[in-house]
């Protein structure tokens, strides 16, 4: 059955466009100048408005889902990375739960999955496209006209279809690691920095206001008498970025960083070589960043739904059990006030969590244990469960120190399932803590953001030194 359903991929392969595969090593000058252009490209779509838009000032649905998706309202990025990380993940689920039958081994099967990749991707981006359109959220389909809003369809589909192509380029092996890392990890920067350095001007009923938390420290001290009043102003202004914001997002950079470097090291020895030893390191963060995307796109999918179906049906007791949703004051965007999805939404600050402390409580409780369960279950259907390993250590001639082939699988038991379950539950509670004290780019947007630097700086970090072969290589890619 699983080789049937990639089978029908085979007639589309033809049509789908597909980036050669590099026929000798790309050197890592030209890797570091695609990965630029890559990157300079991605800016320059994100920038760029989507050509028919009436309105844009409306509640935005994908409020909580762009920073973790590389996604710019109004513009060519408006779907973002949304097709292609929908379509990679339920792809993966399906090989992993052996639905959808892949024999990596083999060419065909691993062009015919990827084929499939894409298909679904750009399935999603034209339901996606048109669902967005038709529901208004560039104005009233009636006033656009269809030939706009098919002009709109297109438009995003071949975004998309332009984002999907970048991280094949990617990965295909002529630039560093993969567009969509790249994507996430850039947009969070450029939120970061806009916030701290912005200067753009905003009244707020004060008179206007630098955006910038930094810009708007220095003019607050060079134009307020009162400096002790103006260094308050500074650091704790709202709802604008101030201060203390940024040296939270430092901070918690910080602590992302630190759990970064726990790990435990498994001895290793060679079967083929007599005496190579080395060791595997099991990371905390066993999973790296998936259990928190994976958390966030669940609930970000939840609240986008519970919005759509309230505004549509507002007085049903099975809508409003789902959640109520009210505008935040001076905004026009929609914020959960009770229901299920008011539980799964982050405290805005640690006032509004000491004021309700059972929402912080199951909503702690549900982060916490969500991130623990995705961990452990991603590496079951990732190919990176104990046993996974263990026969990659086999088919290395490699075996766990002490212990012999049949008994390193119980021992990487031990470790695995431990390290990614405990490491899923650290990056529930750093997003948390993020969360709470206000960090800018949100507690997921900065949990994504550094693991994704610090994969980049290894990686660059390879690149500088010759991979050796067996063992050396293994641990190499391990470190």
Known sequence: MGFRVLHLVRPFMAILPEIATPDRKVPFNQKVMWTAVTLFI????????LYGIMSSDSSDPLFWMRVILASNRGTLMELGITPIVTSGMIMQLLSGANIIEVDYSLKEDRALFSGAQKLFAMIIAFGHATVSVLT???????????????LLIIQLIVASLITMLLDELLQKGYGL???????????ICETIFWKALSPTTINTGRGDEFEGALIALVHLLMTRKDKTRA????????????????????TIFGIVIYLQGFRVELPVKSNRVRG??????????????????????????IFMISQMLY?????NILVRLLGVWEPMEGSAQLFAKSG??????APRNMTDALLDPIHTVVYVSIMLAGCALLSKTWIEVSGSSPRDVARQLKDQQLVIAGYRDTSMYKELKRVIPVAASFGGACLGAVSVLADMVGAIGSGTGILLCVTIIFQYFEMFAKEQVESGAGLEGMMMAGQ
């Not at 505004?311 to 007085?315: A, G, N, T, V």
């Open 311 to 315: 505004k549509r049906f507002e007085d």
């Open 231 to 250: 260094l308050k102003e500074a650091f704790y202004r709202a709802p604008l970025p101030n201060v203390m914001s940024l040296l939270s997002t430092a």
């Open 276 to 301: 190579q030893r080395g060791t595997y390191p099991v990371k905390l963060f066993y999973t790296s960043n998936m259990p928190i995307m994976l958390q966030s796109t669940m609930t970000s999918n």
């Open 177 to 187: 690691g993969s567009g969509i890392n790249l994507f996430i990890a850039t947009n």
């Open 340 to 345: 299920f999805a008011y539980y799964l939404s």
């Open 136 to 150: 208004g959220l560039y104005g009233s389909p009636k006033e656009i006209g269809a030939g706009v809003c098919l």
């Open 42 to 49: 991605f800016l320059v779509m994100s920038q760029v408005p």
